[in-house]
T-cell receptor, first 112, second 110 residues
């Protein structure tokens, strides 16, 4: 069965600092990968996705993620964090014949 | 387009009561999903549907039933609510692989 691991439950960064959220997946073939963001009390919004091609993908709000097949990873990055980025971030994986599987999430806090 | 909407937004039930959560989408998507979100657990799939009249079990289906009588609607039912079903419930829909989520329903069972 496919699974998604987000090793960091909670991360705190200073405003303006860089950010990297980790995501590892367990799946035999190349999966389709997503990052979603959930602001407090809100639903999930898609940040970016990887299906194929260039392994560095750009998303909304200045986020990017890099697919590394050799490490089974799809880490999310942002060069300079803003206070409004404080939220919970979910990595997810799917293949065509199975539903989406989510990681347990990483909560991001941003301090001044 | 309203996207994916969920009714109600909040609900408090007593143990043993029943209720139905409604999810509606106006994007003509074939696939619809119900998830529950609990602290530290991420989102877990309850049931899903690959088209009108079809449903399938997800990771945590026990205690829930679903129906997809119309393409745009996906109903989640709790026949006899239990405190363990206190959670935030999200509905989603998709045409391909990308899912679109509703705003959620916060359910408390006392």
């Amino acid at each position: 069965a496919q699974s998604v691991t987000q090793p960091d439950i909670h991360i705190t960064v200073s405003e303006g600092a860089s950010l990297e959220l980790r995501c590892n997946y367990s799946y035999g073939a190349t999966p389709y990968l997503f990052w979603y963001v959930q602001s407090p009390g809100q639903g999930l919004q898609l940040l970016l996705k990887y299906f194929s091609g260039d392994t560095l993908v750009q998303g909304i709000k200045g986020f990017e993620a890099e697919f590394k097949r050799s490490q089974s990873s799809f880490n999310l990055r942002k060069p300079s964090v803003h206070w409004s980025d404080a939220a919970e971030y979910f990595c997810a994986v799917v293949r065509r014949d199975t539903p989406l599987v989510f990681g347990k999430g990483t909560r991001l806090s941003v301090i001044a | 387009n309203a996207g994916v909407t969920q009714t109600p937004k909040f609900r408090v039930l007593k143990t043993g009561q029943s209720m139905t959560l409604l999810c509606a989408q106006d994007m003509n998507h074939e696939y619809m999903y119900w998830y529950r979100q609990d602290p530290g657990m991420g989102l877990r799939l309850i049931h899903y549907s690959v088209g009108e009249g079809t449903t399938a079990k997800g990771e945590v289906p026990d205690g829930y039933n679903v129906s997809r009588l119309k393409k745009q609607n996906f109903l989640l039912g709790l026949e006899s609510a239990a405190p363990s079903q206190t959670s935030v419930y999200f509905c989603a829909s998709s045409y391909g692989l990308e899912q679109y989520f509703g705003p959620g329903t916060r359910l408390t069972v006392t």
